[in-house]
Structures are given as structure tokens and as C-alpha cells.
Nanobody
Framework: HVQLVESGGGSVQTGGSLRLACIASGLTYSRNCMGWFRQTPGKEREGVAA???????TYADSVKGRFTITQDKSDNMVYLQMNSLKPEDTAMYYC?????????????????WGQGTQVTVS
């Protein structure tokens, strides 16, 4: 049974930082693609960052140079460090997993999802 649980969201001022965390259980960890996605009301879910087999990363153009996805295998955690936050980063952020290569940031190909954590930048 795969379970993803996010934490770390909150409210921050423009230019601030947050670190989101996702604890993943039930995965064959070394062979997964882990991703972070976000969604605002009325808009489609969009890919933010992905980490393939704990090695290769992919970022949306809108967050390159500001966000960093990392993984700690020892405690099954995936993190999204978000720096220089902007109001347009405000969204519900979701952790997702796919038991194979990442194949980009298309949310439709990810199998497992967390419940989300809200990030608000003002």
C-alpha cells in the first residue's frame, strides 16, 4: 500500500523560503520517480519538479534556479526547497510518485498522490 504525506506548507512573504516534505511509504524507493506538483482553483495541475531514481532532476521553467528537489533515502523523504517565493507560487502543492522513469512533468502519468499542502505567498 503506497502512501504519500506532505507537510511544510504555510504562509510566507514574497522573497521568503519554505521547505516542503513528503514521506513516502510502500514504494520500492530506488526505482521511483518522485515529483512535486501544484494547483490553484480553476487551473490544471502543473508539474514543478521531478527526481528520477534519486539522481536526475527536472524543473518547470517557472521555478528553475529557485526550487530544489532532493531525496533522503534513509527516511523515505522527498523535499522541495522553495526560495525567492513569488505570489504566483501560491497553490496547493502535491507530492506524487511513479514506479518507473519520470518522463517529464505530466501529472497524468503519476500513479500515487498525496493530499497536498497549501503554500501562500503574499
Amino acid at each position: 500500500h503506497v502512501q504519500l504525506v506532505e507537510s511544510g506548507g504555510g504562509s510566507v512573504q514574497t522573497g521568503g523560503s519554505l521547505r516542503l516534505a513528503c514521506i513516502a511509504s510502500g514504494l520500492t524507493y530506488s526505482r521511483n520517480c518522485m515529483g512535486w506538483f501544484r494547483q490553484t482553483p480553476g487551473k490544471e495541475r502543473e508539474g514543478v519538479a521531478a527526481l528520477e531514481f534519486a539522481a536526475s532532476t527536472t524543473y518547470a521553467d517557472s521555478v528553475k534556479g529557485r526550487f530544489t528537489i532532493t531525496q533522503d533515502k534513509s527516511d523515505n523523504m522527498v523535499y522541495l526547497q522553495m526560495n525567492s517565493l513569488k505570489p504566483e507560487d501560491t497553490a496547493m502543492y502535491y507530492c506524487a510518485a511513479r514506479p518507473t522513469v519520470c518522463n517529464g512533468l505530466d501529472p497524468n502519468v503519476y500513479y500515487y498522490w498525496g493530499q497536498g499542502t497549501q503554500v501562500t505567498v503574499s
